[in-house]
């Protein structure tokens, strides 16, 4: 596609419920990044794929987050068993490089709600 | 570690009031240091990549530079529509988080005519 899409753009659920978000990056980008960004906080990274597999996933904050990425295209991230402070805006991106200096395109971010 | 801190955290200027916004940085050897754009409700927009100390971007009313530890976004004369959040990234070039972009907390603009 033109962009990176991610859906869905705002979820609200409730604290235990599982959620998954989902990540459509741009096509041929072979790199696909996932960052959280919470109020008045910087972008915190989760985990990067270099096509299906995840060379470095040491960001995750937790073993209920995990993510995969199939096809070297789509990727989701699940969050398992939610709790208030998984509430934040989960940014997508996507790159054509990943050892080089990387210019990463942004989706414009799930919101999570958790309740 | 590797870290970018960014200041100062809120900026507000009068349209045509020229000033500078900072990011300090440390890392494993640059492979890059990234600016982008943030609007509210949207995910950050690609402004400028840097590589090397010394080296100098523009586009439009913003320029980028860079030294050995930091960089300056520099915005001249600025308008209203140049009201964002700009943030600052860096990549190592070295260590086990090769493909990892560190963010600051990026440095909240607001232009008022």
């Known amino acids: 596609g033109a962009g990176v899409s991610q859906s869905p753009s705002n979820k609200v659920t409730e604290k235990g419920k599982d959620v998954e978000l989902r990540c459509d990056p741009i096509s041929g980008h072979t790199a696909l990044y996932w960052y959280r960004q919470s109020l008045g906080q910087g972008l915190e990274f989760l985990i990067y794929?270099?096509?299906?597999?995840?060379?470095?996933k040491s960001g995750l904050p937790s073993d209920r987050f995990s993510a995969e990425r199939t096809g070297g295209s789509v990727s989701t991230l699940t969050i398992q068993r939610t709790q208030q402070e998984d509430s934040a805006v989960y940014l997508c991106?996507?790159?054509?490089?990943?050892?080089?200096?990387?210019?990463?395109?942004f989706g414009a971010g799930s919101r999570l709600t958790v309740l | 570690e590797d870290q970018v801190t960014q200041s100062p955290e809120a900026l507000r200027l009068q349209e045509g009031e020229s000033s500078s916004l900072n990011c300090s940085y440390t890392v494993s050897g640059l492979r890059g240091l990234f600016w982008y754009r943030q609007d509210p409700g949207k995910g950050p927009e690609f402004l400028f990549t840097?590589?090397?100390a010394g080296e100098e971007k523009e586009k439009e009313r913003l320029k980028a530079t860079l030294t050995k530890k930091e960089s300056f976004l520099h915005i001249t004369a600025p308008k209203p529509e140049d009201s964002a959040t700009y943030l600052c990234a860096v990549q190592a070039a070295r260590g086990s988080t090769l493909g990892r972009l560190y963010f600051g907390r990026g440095t909240q603009l607001t232009v008022w005519p």
């Open positions: 991106a996507s790159s054509n490089r990943y050892a080089g200096a990387n210019v990463l395109t």
């Open positions: 840097l590589y090397s």
């Open positions: 794929f270099q096509g299906n597999s995840a060379p470095d």
